[in-house]
């Protein structure tokens, strides 16, 4: 896993500010405001942090912004970073600053003061979140980790309780990212869930079902999708126990495609190499098991992940092939690119036969209509309970990773009639988001409070996000994290 920023909070000593090295920040007030760090560096920089609030640059400045003064005279450090927050920073502004720090950082280490600062936790979930990158597969990567970062605070011990908590949440983020990064090659089915096994280290239960216990399960769905490829189907399902014994788990689903050719209705060569983050609803389950685990959530969860590889062979599901359910239902394959539903399903049912869950979230990199209706800006959000459906919007906003709810209806729902099986895996063109989340839901029980998310959109992108550079987004453990903490911890 990538190495996750080291962040050692200690009192507050302004003395050191002249000899810190690499790069030191200090904050100051919208209003131009010098703290007691920011005057000690102004003293030491012959006023030069007071020229820069009363300039011309200095008067449009938002809070979370960041100005540079490079090479400060009478200081060690490389660059004096002067952060704007206000007393009382919000979440979103402290997160912008730590973001923008981690930014500059790069591999120098990094002093913050930040004195009485109220959210200087949240500031560090900022650089931790941001100061990432994915280095495993390139030769002229120094082999010494990025340069730590140290807070000194006036309160240094209620800081670092305060983001303890925070930084096991860009634990989970950061490795949702590095297995979204993986290329497939690496990333097997076999070694994902190797990965996943290890997490027993950190208090999960961890189930690795092969292809034979699945075929006995009757999860023929999910086999079909695998069948075309040498790299073996498996469902891993990861129990994290922290509530009361008898309270029933929140479930997540996730959808682990670890490479998609499409099989047999094969992609277009074009862009296929970005088949590689096809795993990412699975991807996200394991981070937020993950964040879950290591900051102790009082909850019961219970995430499950469906692996295969879709590719096309002499043994690969054809278009036309009619394959059941675990449920019991028949599929109709229409299109063997439309794969990721036929994982979930019999996944799903999987999880409310044995775990009756208290609810239900499914997660996928499931259609490019999703990417046509919302972009990269919001994942879409299809649900069957209102209370649920909320809970988890209002996290998403908290949290800042868009989430936008779409409907559902019979008339979608009818896109999916066969005529020679229960239903089809694809409704066409129309709605295509919309109709795979119909499919979905005939594969969740009445009584199961469900929502899907559908983030092909976001899971990996061209741009940088606001908490991520370009590539992997680690999208949705954030989110995940404060339902589970807001709606289910007891």
């Keep these: 896993m990538s190495r ?15 000899s810190a090295t690499g790069r030191v920040a200090v904050i100051v007030t919208p209003d131009g405001k010098m703290k007691p760090e920011a005057r000690r560096a102004n003293r030491l920089t012959r006023g030069a942090v007071a020229r820069l609030l009363e300039s011309k640059g200095f008067e449009k400045s938002r809070a979370g912004q960041v100005h540079t003064l490079a090479m400060p005279g009478g200081m060690a450090a490389d660059a004096l970073d002067v952060v704007v927050l206000p007393d009382r920073a919000g979440v979103a502004d402290a997160r912008a600053a730590g973001v923008a720090l981690a930014r500059l950082k790069a591999r120098a280490a990094l002093t913050v003061f930040a004195g009485a600062q109220r959210a200087a936790a949240e500031l560090a979930l900022g ?10 597969h390139k030769t002229d990567t120094p082999a010494d980790p990025a340069g730590p970062v140290t807070v000194h605070a006036t309160r240094p011990a209620e800081i670092e309780a305060e983001a303890a908590p925070l930084l096991a949440v860009a634990e989970g983020v950061l490795m949702t990212r590095d297995l979204v990064s993986e290329p497939a090659n690496v990333l097997t089915t076999t070694e994902f869930a190797d990965r996943l096994a290890e997490m027993t280290a950190l208090g999960l239960e961890v189930e690795v079902l092969d292809e034979a216990q699945l075929a006995e399960l009757g999860m023929r769905t999910l086999l079909c999708v695998g069948q075309g490829s040498d790299s073996p189907s498996k469902v891993v399902v990861m129990q994290w126990k922290g509530g009361e014994a008898d ?22 060569a074009g862009g296929m190499e970005d088949m590689t983050m096809d795993m990412g609803g699975a991807g996200v389950v ?23 590889e879709n590719m096309p062979s002499g043994n690969a599901t054809r278009p036309g092939d009619v394959v059941r359910s675990m449920k019991g239902d028949t599929v109709e394959v229409i299109n063997t690119d439309a794969e990721g539903r036929l994982v979930l399903c019999d996944v799903m049912w999987y ?56 409907p559902l209806g019979k008339a979608y729902d009818d896109q999916l009639k066969s005529a020679i099986a229960d239903m ?67």
């Design 4 to 18: 996750t920023t080291q962040i050692a909070f200690v009192e507050t000593d302004l003395d050191s500010i002249a």
């Design 127 to 136: 650089i931790a979140l941001r100061d990432y990158s994915f280095d495993a």
């Design 247 to 268: 309270a029933a788990p929140l479930a997540l689903v996730g959808k682990g495609v670890v490479f998609d050719t499409g099989g047999i209705s094969l992609k277009p």
């Design 286 to 308: 394991a981070g937020t098991m993950r964040a879950l685990a290591l900051r102790g959530a009082r909850a019961n969860v219970v995430g499950l992940v469906g692996l295969v």
């Design 351 to 406: 999880a409310q036969e044995r775990f009756a869950p208290a609810g239900m979230i499914d997660l996928a990199t499931l259609t490019g209509a999703i990417i046509i209706g919302l972009g990269h800006e919001n994942a879409g959000v299809f649900s069957n309970d209102d209370t649920l459906c909320n809970a988890f919007l209002k996290a998403a906003e908290a949290e800042g990773e868009g989430a936008w709810r779409m």
């Design 424 to 490: 089809k895996n694809v409704g066409g063109r129309p709605a295509g988001s919309i109709t795979a989340a119909q499919f979905l839901k005939r594969f969740v029980k009445e009584e199961t409070p469900w929502i899907h998310l559908d983030i092909a959109g976001v899971a990996s992108v061209k741009s940088e996000t606001r908490y991520a550079p370009k590539g992997a987004s680690g999208w949705g453990v954030m989110a995940l994290n404060r339902l589970v903490r807001d709606m289910f911890e007891s």
